[in-house]
């Protein structure tokens, strides 16, 4: 009888987020083995025996390893999580975290590359597009085996906001949030659709349940998180499945289409950075782009939010480099 490879995945950061990828994947069935990874090594310890309890009632046996500061440890994993930051930089914008987060990745990347990690990295840190963008820059590999986050989980607040109004399943919208994933993103509301049939015409025709008000809606995408982090202080299950989401299409080879921040090759006439689109993400990571037809207004937006990312990343590059 043949037997499937040993799933390996490597999560960096036991805050809020780490804690909740790493359940997804051991409820989900995805992971075999776990790597917990965290400075603080009591409560990487604290967070293993917490998931090990859970493993009781999970759909196969998963083995999880504390590894602590030890990066080192994740060389031989197939795909690592960072979710490595402080969350109460994010307070105001998530560009609160723009040189925390980018520090922190600079003491682990690379030398998880040194040791020999050929696998796919999945940033979920903020300001994600930047650090994904670090991430990709230090740890040697293709650009298809670094990706973030990034408007995955945008797009889902997204797609929460037009069920709420319509009433229709969020299983049965297709809506995507491109750009930064910030304020400077934006809803392509040109492509939403419902059941193939796209959201324009739905409107003209049922303007009682699809005439909702765009600017509101899009900004249950673009500030959904704030909303949430204003009364518990930080956000964990969404964010926690997206990157639980995009690391299972990857070690499952799905080919399935989702937002996440990726590296420009062309599409929407940009190069050189990473930022969110759709994209098919399967067993060799990013396998295709997919540029959306917009509107003249989203694209103008569109662009705008990729001079903000290369702007953040032009400061995190100029802060790093040492005076004369």
Request: hydrophobic letters at 40%; aromatic letters at 8%; charged letters at 20%.
């Amino acid at each position: 009888m043949a037997h499937r490879n040993t799933v390996k995945i490597g999560i960096v950061g036991m805050g809020h987020v780490g804690p909740h990828a790493a359940s997804a994947l051991i409820n989900w069935g995805v992971a075999d083995e776990l790597y917990l990874c965290d400075i603080d090594e009591k409560k990487c310890r604290a967070e293993r025996f917490d998931l090990l309890d859970s493993t009781a009632f999970a759909p196969r046996p998963v083995r999880i390893h504390d590894v602590g500061a030890d990066y080192e440890a994740l060389a031989e994993t197939d795909v690592i999580i960072n979710a490595a930051g402080d969350v109460s930089q994010v307070a105001v914008n998530r560009d609160g975290e723009l040189f925390g987060t980018t520090a922190i990745a600079r003491t682990f990347v690379g030398r998880i590359a040194a040791a020999g990690f050929d696998g796919f990295w999945v940033n979920v840190s903020n300001p994600c597009d930047v650090v994904t963008r670090l991430v990709h820059d230090l740890s040697g590999l293709p650009a298809n085996r670094v990706l973030g986050t990034g408007t995955s989980l945008d797009s889902a607040r997204l797609r929460r906001a037009i069920a709420t109004k319509t009433g229709v399943s969020i299983r049965s919208i297709d809506a995507y949030m491109l750009g930064e994933h910030g304020f400077s993103g934006l809803a392509a509301f040109s492509q939403v659709s419902i059941g193939g049939k796209p959201l324009s015409e739905l409107a003209a025709e049922h303007p009682e349940q699809f005439g909702f008000s765009a600017e509101e809606v899009e900004r249950d995408g673009l500030n959904g998180g704030y909303d949430i982090y204003n009364f518990k202080h930080c956000t964990e299950y969404g964010v926690g499945a997206a990157a639980a989401r995009i690391t299972t299409a990857i070690v499952r080879g799905e080919n399935a289409v989702l937002a996440a921040s990726v590296h420009l090759d062309g599409q929407y006439g940009q190069s050189g950075f990473y930022i969110s689109t759709p994209a098919v993400i399967g067993a060799d990571g990013v396998e295709d782009i997919y540029e959306l037809s917009l509107t003249d207004d989203e694209r103008r937006r569109f662009l705008g939010s990729c001079e903000k990312v290369q702007h953040s990343y032009r400061l995190v590059c100029e802060a790093s480099t040492p005076a004369d």
